[in-house]
């Protein structure tokens, strides 16, 4: 299904643990989409309509029965720059179509769709605690695959507009460690990509460095004690 998020807090609880991406350019049709890894991994796609009717199509293996989600952000530039684009989510035998009828590409036989349009009016932005840049939550799809295959997330503007767009897919959390360590990079990388001051990822880097810290001593007094 396709609706709006309803609560400011759990919506930032939803931007931490996704994997920042900034991939390249995406192809304009299914045959010359952008492969992505999986739609299951949460993860932050971090990219730009560059010309007026521009479409971004991404693509990534899908499993039968399982969730399949995706939520646009919209950016709060300082310079201003960002869009509020349409999204469409593509698999086969989903348990409904809506909107069909407004993809700017052909939907493939056997296929179904759900299409979300931006709201007319934005609702107050939320702040993502990890790197302190804000984003206007928009819409949420829902819903879940039938059989497993290749799904498609579709990227436009129907009013042609250009700039900057963030699309959060996946619903799976990333529990490794490795992530957690990689949170300085991440916030150094977003943070330029809005194109503010960097230095809140030295904070980021420090406090990850203190827990990890605060981590191993935790481990090493247990072990320890087990081994008195």
Same mark, same amino acid.
């Given at each position: 299904? +396709?609706?709006?998020?309803?609560? *400011?807090?759990?919506?930032? %609880?939803?931007?931490?643990?996704?994997?920042?991406?900034?991939?390249?350019?995406?192809?304009?049709? %299914?045959?010359?989409?952008?492969?992505?890894?999986?739609?299951?991994?949460?993860?932050? =796609?971090?990219?730009?309509?560059?010309?007026?009717?521009?479409?971004?199509?991404? +693509?990534?293996?899908?499993?039968?029965?399982?969730?399949?989600?995706?939520?646009?952000?919209?950016? @709060? =530039?300082? =310079?201003?720059?960002?869009?509020?684009?349409?999204?469409?989510?593509?698999?086969?035998? @989903?348990?409904?179509?809506?909107?069909?009828?407004?993809?700017?590409?052909?939907?493939?036989?056997?296929? +179904?769709?759900?299409?979300?349009?931006?709201?007319?009016?934005?609702?107050?932005?939320?702040?993502?605690? =990890?790197?302190?840049?804000?984003?206007?939550?928009?819409?949420?799809?829902?819903?879940?695959?039938?059989?497993?295959?290749?799904?498609?997330?579709?990227?436009? *503007?129907?009013?042609?507009?250009?700039?900057?767009?963030? %699309?959060?897919?996946?619903?799976?959390?990333?529990?490794?460690?490795?992530?957690?360590?990689?949170?300085?990079?991440?916030?150094?990388?977003?943070?330029?990509?809005?194109?503010?001051?960097?230095?809140?990822?030295?904070?980021?880097?420090?406090?990850? @460095? %203190?827990?990890?810290?605060?981590?191993?001593?935790?481990?090493?007094?247990?072990?320890?004690?087990?081994?008195?």
């Amino acid at each position: 299904m +396709s609706h709006l998020p309803q609560d *400011s807090a759990e919506t930032g %609880i939803e931007l931490a643990g996704s994997l920042p991406s900034f991939p390249g350019l995406p192809g304009d049709d %299914i045959t010359t989409s952008l492969r992505l890894a999986d739609f299951r991994a949460k993860r932050l =796609l971090f990219n730009r309509l560059g010309h007026p009717g521009q479409i971004h199509v991404y +693509s990534g293996e899908c499993r039968a029965g399982e969730r399949l989600r995706a939520q646009l952000f919209v950016p @709060l =530039l300082p =310079l201003g720059g960002a869009v509020a684009p349409n999204f469409a989510l593509i698999a086969q035998s @989903l348990p409904y179509s809506a909107d069909v009828d407004q993809l700017p590409i052909e939907l493939p036989a056997g296929f +179904s769709a759900v299409v979300a349009t931006p709201p007319n009016e934005l609702n107050a932005p939320t702040r993502d605690a =990890l790197t302190g840049v804000q984003y206007y939550p928009g819409p949420i799809i829902d819903t879940k695959t039938l059989v497993s295959g290749r799904c498609y997330l579709v990227v436009w *503007s129907p009013r042609n507009h250009m700039g900057k767009y963030v %699309i959060q897919i996946g619903h799976r959390w990333p529990w490794r460690w490795t992530y957690w360590m990689q949170v300085p990079r991440f916030s150094w990388e977003i943070r330029g990509w809005f194109g503010l001051d960097r230095t809140a990822a030295y904070v980021a880097g420090a406090g990850a @460095l %203190i827990g990890g810290w605060l981590a191993w001593r935790m481990v090493r007094k247990r072990r320890s004690r087990r081994d008195a």
